[in-house]
């Protein structure tokens, strides 16, 4: 087998990316090495239970969530507090699994939650797949989203019934 063959075999090992966009002025796109760089990197080791295989147990490492979008610069008053209550973030993964979190979970006057957005998983860089969403607070695995793709930032609207 030539060396071309075992490439072409392997996993994908590209650059992955994600963009931050919505309303915000300041839309951003992403890639895991760009996070290891511009932010503060902290660590979380965890535990979370799968539905299918019980108990996970991991060390992540990588900037805040918060840290990050703040960067973005959502299209709230940060001076104001029943502002920046009112946004919503929906967090999606290459497979189509998306989740959705409030700006107060990760807001130091409210949950102020240490969600990170992972640049490292174990002894592993996760260059290649993409950051993995951390979400210490949370019992189960759901919301650790891998391989992300986007971050949408809204505003939430009440509506007329
Ligand atoms: N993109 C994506 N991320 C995902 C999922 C998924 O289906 N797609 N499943 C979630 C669920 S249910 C769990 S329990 C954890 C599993 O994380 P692990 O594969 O690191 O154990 O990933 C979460 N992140
Ligand atoms: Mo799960």
Redesign the pocket.
């Known amino acids: 087998m030539s060396r071309q063959d075992t490439v072409s075999h392997a996993r994908p090992t590209g650059v992955a990316s994600f963009t931050v966009s919505g309303e915000i002025a300041r839309p951003l796109t992403l890639t895991v090495a760009g996070l290891r760089e511009g932010w503060p990197q902290h660590r979380a080791e965890v535990v ?6 019980g108990p ?1 147990h ?1 060390r992540f490492e990588g900037p805040l969530l918060h840290d990050v979008l703040r960067t973005a610069a959502p299209a709230f008053d940060p001076r104001r507090r029943k502002d920046r209550s009112r946004f919503l973030l929906v967090i ?7 989740t959705a979190l409030s700006w107060a979970e990760i807001d130091p006057d409210f949950a102020n939650s240490a969600i990170l957005l992972a640049t490292r ?1 174990d002894d592993t860089d996760l260059d290649p797949e993409g950051s ?2 951390v979400v210490p607070t949370d019992r ?9 793709t986007a971050i949408r930032v809204h505003a939430s609207h009440m509506h007329a019934s």
């Open positions: 979370f239970d799968c539905a299918k295989d996970q991991h999606s993964g290459g497979d189509g699994h998306h998983c993995q969403l189960c695995g759901a919301r650790y989203i891998s391989a992300i």
